[in-house]
């Protein structure tokens, strides 16, 4: 389901931080249900919609910033808040997903054992795996978000 959001403009020109529906619902009154209005009737409530950038996932506190018109299109941009405690909570996340990542290594150690049962398609499949655990740090949303490789069977 797709969340839009509106912002009050005027002149061409967003007058304040995108809002949700039902704010935007409560200040253009009971007309017609905001999401189902066209483009062209949310202009003449002085509104405009727009659906909402991807929300960073970096440990940050983000508000719905005052949107611009940017080539006859408005984009919606997050503004960044003071997060106090964020280098402490990410040097804590980080730990811990090195931990859950370490930990699993640790489980497939013996596939690598020169004597370990396994024929060498097994063995370089297990060698991919534990190589794939190793790059979870590499990732671009590590710590916040992370893909765990599939363990082999």
Known sequence: MMMFFY???SNG??????MPSMQA??????????DSMSNDQLVTYGFARMTAPAY?????RYMP??????????????ERQDTPGRDATLAS??????????????????TQLADAQLSA??????????????????QADFPWEVTWPVKPV
């Open 56 to 60: 960073p996932r970096d440990g940050y």
């Open 7 to 9: 912002a009050q403009v």
């Open 13 to 18: 020109v967003a007058q304040s931080a995108v």
């Open 121 to 138: 398609e097994k063995r370089a499949t297990w060698a991919a795996y534990r190589q794939a655990l190793r790059d979870v740090p590499t």
């Open 65 to 78: 910033g005052v949107p611009q018109l940017v080539n006859g299109r408005w984009e919606f941009a997050w």
């Open 25 to 34: 619902q409560q200040l253009i009154g009971n007309v017609a249900p905001v």
């Open 93 to 110: 996340l980080s730990r811990q997903r090195r931990e859950a990542r370490d930990a699993l290594l640790t489980q497939t150690d013996w």
